[in-house]
T-cell receptor, first 115, second 111 residues
Framework: DTGVSQDPRHKITKRGQNVTFRCDPISEHNRLYWYRQTLGQGPEFLTYFQNEAQLEKSRLLSDRFSAERPKGSFSTLEIQRTEQGDSAMYLC?????????????FGPGTRLTVL | TQLLEQSPQFLSIQEGENLTVYCNSSSVFSSLQWYRQEPGEGPVLLVTVVTGGEVKKLKRLTFQFGDARKDSSLHITAAQPGDTGLYLCAGGREGFQKLVFGTGTRLLVSP
């Protein structure tokens, strides 16, 4: 039984560089979510996909952020021209839609440090 | 705007003690989930409650969803060091897929 996986687990980059994170959801799950969590806070929603369609984006997702889920399976989150304020844990979650709100299962996260 | 407030923010207790964590909101939620998170890891689901007044038990953990579906509580009986972690409540609302997370309660159980 494989849960949600994320790669890499840790990323250190210099300000201005681009970074890309990958998320592999639980195989039968059709919904995939990205959240961001800063130190001492709960996760905050960034965006979600149902199959390959990106259906909602938070205001937190600036123009420098882009997410894709090209075949409705894995997803990537790219941050261009990183800033120090982007340092956070980026969490991916997946669910199988059964109704209005589904139970979401989270991956281990990717911790980004921007120097 | 933080829609879900958790209290206390931090709790340090001795092994064997009981504790209750509260999750409160002025908004109605269609479901409420509790997660536990350890440092450097993602949140791990403990329970989902969907019906007002619902009570669920998971070994020494008891979860309750308020009658009006605006609040929830987590009670731990005879806490153990393995219960140490960050406890997060997260609410789902009708028609919205995203979860709104609480501020978190950091629990430390000492032997």
């Amino acid at each position: 039984d494989t849960g949600v996986s994320q790669d890499p687990r840790h990323k250190i980059t210099k300000r201005g560089q681009n970074v890309t994170f990958r998320c592999d959801p639980i195989s039968e799950h059709n919904r995939l979510y990205w959240y961001r969590q800063t130190l001492g806070q709960g996760p905050e929603f960034l965006t979600y996909f149902q199959n390959e369609a990106q259906l909602e984006k938070s205001r937190l997702l600036s123009d420098r952020f882009s997410a894709e889920r090209p075949k409705g399976s894995f997803s990537t989150l790219e941050i261009q021209r990183t800033e120090q304020g982007d340092s956070a844990m980026y969490l991916c979650a997946s669910s199988f839609s059964r109704g209005s709100t589904d139970t979401q299962y989270f991956g281990p996260g990717t911790r980004l440090t921007v120097l | 705007t933080q829609l879900l407030e958790q209290s206390p923010q931090f709790l340090s207790i001795q092994e064997g003690e009981n504790l209750t964590v509260y999750c409160n909101s002025s908004s109605v939620f269609s479901s409420l989930q509790w997660y536990r998170q350890e440092p450097g890891e993602g949140p791990v689901l403990l329970v989902t409650v969907v019906t007002g007044g619902e009570v669920k038990k998971l070994k020494r953990l008891t979860f309750q969803f308020g009658d009006a579906r605006k609040d929830s509580s987590l009670h731990i009986t005879a806490a153990q060091p393995g219960d140490t972690g960050l406890y997060l409540c997260a609410g789902g609302r009708e028609g919205f897929q995203k979860l709104v997370f609480g501020t978190g309660t950091r629990l430390l159980v000492s032997p």
